[in-house]
């Protein structure tokens, strides 16, 4: 019998363990990587109406966009992020009964709050933005409180998260700065980092 074998099996037993006791790890991979391809379509998608506008959808975020180009933007927006939630609960929903797991008890409810508490301040902030003009801003701003979210939110999940997290707010701050190209750092945040994150965490937890 080896003795210290079996004692390090039973600390990562109990590791496991405290991990699911104090942790949501049900989260998909997937979770991660269709939300970040209806994030590409999306981009695609404003990319072909800014090129029926005139508008260089590399350069030109800071130009004076009109009405119509604003309730557009924001309605791919909005289309993104309810597809997006609808796939990554979908996909988190679907791996949480494979490993039979609970989808919603202490552990969940903790990360949502801890999730939503940014993303909603964030919100409203870019609400805040949109209402005196500053649409240049609204792009660095939602990856800059997305990336906080889910360092805030990381705590009570994977740990491989919080990377994510600090990508976003990198290239939040970034697009802050070059805010001509804010809506390409936009897409590069909210749809490649999400694919190659989430096919990262599928190959390393589900495979």
């Keep these: 019998m080896n003795q210290p074998q079996d004692q390090l099996e039973a600390l990562h037993e109990i590791r496991n363990i405290m991990d699911r006791s104090s942790r949501f790890i049900s989260l998909s991979g997937l979770s991660g990587v269709f939300p970040g391809l209806t994030a590409l379509a999306g981009a695609a998608l404003v990319k072909w109406y800014f090129s029926q506008r005139n508008i260089n959808y590399y350069q030109e975020l800071d130009r004076d966009l009109t009405r119509q180009d604003i309730l557009f933007l924001l309605g791919v927006a909005a289309g993104v992020l309810v597809l997006g939630f609808c796939a990554a609960t979908y996909f988190t929903v679907r791996n949480a009964r494979k490993k039979n797991q609970r989808v919603w008890d202490n552990q969940s409810r903790r990360l949502l709050i801890n999730l939503a508490i940014p993303l909603g301040t964030g919100g409203a902030f870019c609400a805040i933005l949109l209402y005196h003009g500053l649409f240049y801003l609204v792009a660095p701003a939602m990856l800059v409180f997305y990336g906080l979210a889910l360092l805030n939110a990381s705590k009570y999940t994977l740990s491989d998260i919080r ?15 070059f805010v001509g190209y804010g809506l390409m750092l936009w897409t590069v945040g909210f749809g490649m980092l999400h694919v190659v994150y989430g096919a990262l965490v599928y190959f390393k937890y589900e495979r």
Excluded at 163 to 177: D, Q, R, T
């Design 163 to 177: 990377y994510l997290g600090l990508f976003e707010i990198a290239l939040g701050l970034l697009a802050s700065i």
